[in-house]
């Protein structure tokens, strides 16, 4: 790490670390808050940066950090002069009364308003996430530059989403898409989108392949086209599990781990591979002639895993943006795509859609045990919308099995972008279709 500067600062100063990919932990830090760290190597390579060290003190951003002074002095920023090729570290630490930022590569730096004084909420007591409106004023500022440069792709449209994963997670079938999307249309529930997610296929590594318990997924993506929507798909192109019959068939495609799920070690696929590529483009052919025009692209941290590639001139960020951008010319330009745990900067540019924080809930959690851990990132990555794409909150459970559903709502209602809800529409009560009537409809709680 190189120090790159030190900022004079007030008792009210605050610092925005941008994560690496959605899961990361993202918001606004303040002197004594401490800020995530991996307590393990999964975790690591799932939610922080694959081969990057954490910072043991202060606040670390992958591509993006900002310092505001909290004295109404201009907000300094610290990113990336190029995201499409590299994204570097960019850690503050407080000393004295100065905020020191150093960095382990080329960064650009310039500051961003001024004179906006303290605001509503301001002060000791706000906690990680709770930036002030100089640093909200501020951050919407980088976004826009950030867009601007890297031609984001912005729409005015929202899709509105009914998604199968928190209600059937892996056990869907064929037969529970189509009985959701009879009841929407007798509810008469504005949605765009019937979104099928993890579950439909036989895996990673055969992501066309159908499991037979699912059924047809054309016949079933014909309902959908067919009733006056979208079909999406959920796929997770860039990762593979090392035991995977793509795996075994073809090591020279992979390069470093990536986890673990669905049972298995996870490792990322060389983008750069011919066979690779030829392999991504047999797959999205297929989706795309099904009739699937929306993709949710899920665990794409894994294209841009350390590891040896084929092209040894190509960086891991480089690799995979040449991955996201073969899926975008495959698919069309009017397919809708949708990143998750994917690395933020490198996609902007790339993708209509972002989830902007981790999963609501993961299968075993139903009732909400685990809490509502997407929240601080949620509301500290609000300013994307609109400037690097639509952000995805996550979505909506509605149902009254879910123990936290008013309190996520109240996220949800509050969060800019994509509106979408993920129950059996038969085992909402009227409190939860009214829920779901007014996030689709826009009114507020």
Known sequence: MTVIDEVPVSSRAQVYAEGWQSW??????????????????WEHLMRFRPGASVAAHGAQGEGLLLVDPGDGSAARVYCAVDATVAVPSIRATWRDEHVVVDATGAVRCWEVGGDAGPGPGDGAGAG???????????????????????????TAVVPRVWCTWYRYFEAVTAADVRENLRAIDALRLPVDVIQIDDGWSLGTGEWTAP??????????????????????LWLAPFTVGASSGLARRHPDWLTGPAGRNWGDDLVGLDLTHPGVSEYLTEVFTCVRDTGVDYLKLDFLYGGAVPGVRRDRDASAISAYRRGLQLIREVMGEGAYLLGCGAPLLPSVGLVDAMRISPDTFHEGGEDGPQGLRGRTSLRARAWQHGRLWTTDPDCLVARPQFA??????????AAPGVRGFSDRIDELDERGIRLVRQLLQGAPE
């Open 211 to 232: 499991k037979p318990a699912f059924g047809s997924l054309g016949a079933t993506v014909d309902a959908i086209r067919h009733s006056g929507r979208r079909a999406g």
């Open 24 to 41: 990361s932990p993202t918001g606004w830090y303040r002197r004594d808050d401490v800020a995530p760290r991996p307590a393990q190597t």
């Open 128 to 154: 990680a996430g709770a930036g002030t409106n100089a640093g909200a004023a501020a951050l919407a500022a980088v976004g826009a530059r950030i867009g601007a440069a890297a031609g984001a792709r912005t």
């Open 404 to 413: 936290l559903r008013e309190e996520w709502a109240r996220e949800v209602f």
